[in-house]
């Protein structure tokens, strides 16, 4: 059961950027994707494959509404 305030989804696919890596989530229960960017560093060890799982999480007063 996903904690208060996760967003539940699967890696669908993961893109090198050099500096970023961009990871896509498609969100459960359907709507848009979502991309997490990563800033890569060397202390970051943390491999993920596409199909796994995934929650993201954030704190409240870093979401923004942009208007269409």
């Given amino acids: 059961d996903p904690a208060k305030g996760t967003i539940a989804g699967t890696l669908s696919n993961i893109v090198y950027f050099g500096t970023d890596t961009h990871y896509?989530?498609?969100?459960?229960?359907?709507?848009?994707?979502f991309i997490v960017r990563h800033q890569n560093s060397r202390s970051s060890a943390v491999?993920?494959?596409?199909?796994?799982?995934?929650?993201?999480?954030?704190e409240e007063d870093a979401a923004r509404v942009l208007k269409d």
Wanted: hydrophobic share 25%; net charge negative; no cysteine.
């Fill in 24 to 33: 896509h989530v498609k969100l459960d229960g359907g709507g848009e994707n």
């Fill in 47 to 58: 491999t993920y494959e596409t199909g796994v799982k995934v929650g993201i999480q954030f």
